[in-house]
Structure formats: C-alpha cells, structure tokens
Nanobody, 128 residues
Framework: QVQLVESGGGSVQAGGSLRLSCAASGYAYDPAGYCMGWFRQVAGKEREGVAAIGRDGTTTYADSVKGRFTISRDNARNTLYLQMDSLKPEDTAMYYC????????????????????RGKGTLVTISS
C-alpha cells in the first residue's frame, strides 16, 4: 500500500514562492514506473489537476500554472516536489499529491478517479 504525505504548505503573499513535498512509501513497483502529480481543491469546488510527471519524466501542467509551477521527482528519495513561484491569491487551495502505476499521465488524470493513491493534503494560502 503506497502512502503519500504532503508537506510545505503555508501562507505567503502574492508574488511569493512555496515548495511542496510529497514523501512516498510502500511502493509495490519501481517508483519510476508511477505516474505522479498534484491536484488542488477549494471547498465546494471540483478538483483541479495542477501538474503531473510520467514514467519517462515528461511533465505537464494546467494552463493556470504553466510557467509558474515546476514539478519534479527524486526517485531515490521517493519524493515528489512542486515548486510554486509567482503565487497568486487564486492559487489558494488544499494541495494533494497522487500516484498510480500507469502509463497515461497528466493533470486531468491526476485529478481524476484513475489514481490509486492520494495524500491528505497541505494547505496553501496566498494573500493579496
């Protein structure tokens, strides 16, 4: 059973930066074989896929964060990261990481029901 634990959330002013981490454990397969990503959710709204990184290291982003967020993974440390720069108030949300042993991968996949594992989230609050 894969367990995902997010950290790094907090409160910053618009224009600031945060780096989220997602520590993974319990992989049944080679960690590099997992699609991993981040999605966010505001209370009362649907999940929004933010960024994803696939088996071959390909990264994809939602248009709303492209050019501001960077997803990366360290398979040796079993850790997924999300570097968030130029933060905006509309980035305020609970951020979750997700993982699945699958080939297809992208922000929409990460936010959908096809991911096998999700963390409990870390709160990001951006003030104007």
């Amino acid at each position: 059973q894969v367990q995902l634990v997010e950290s790094g959330g907090g409160s910053v002013q618009a224009g600031g930066s945060l780096r989220l981490s997602c520590a993974a454990s319990g992989y049944a397969y080679d960690p590099a074989g997992y699609c991993m990503g981040w999605f966010r959710q505001v209370a009362g709204k649907e999940r929004e896929g933010v960024a994803a990184i696939g088996r071959d290291g390909t990264t994809t982003y939602a248009d709303s964060v492209k050019g501001r967020f960077t997803i990366s993974r360290d398979n040796a440390r079993n850790t997924l990261y999300l570097q968030m720069d130029s933060l905006k108030p509309e980035d305020t949300a609970m951020y979750y990481c997700a993982a699945a042993f699958r080939l297809s991968c992208g922000p929409t996949v990460v936010a959908g029901n096809g991911m096998d594992y999700r963390g409990k989230g870390t709160l990001v609050t951006i003030s104007s």
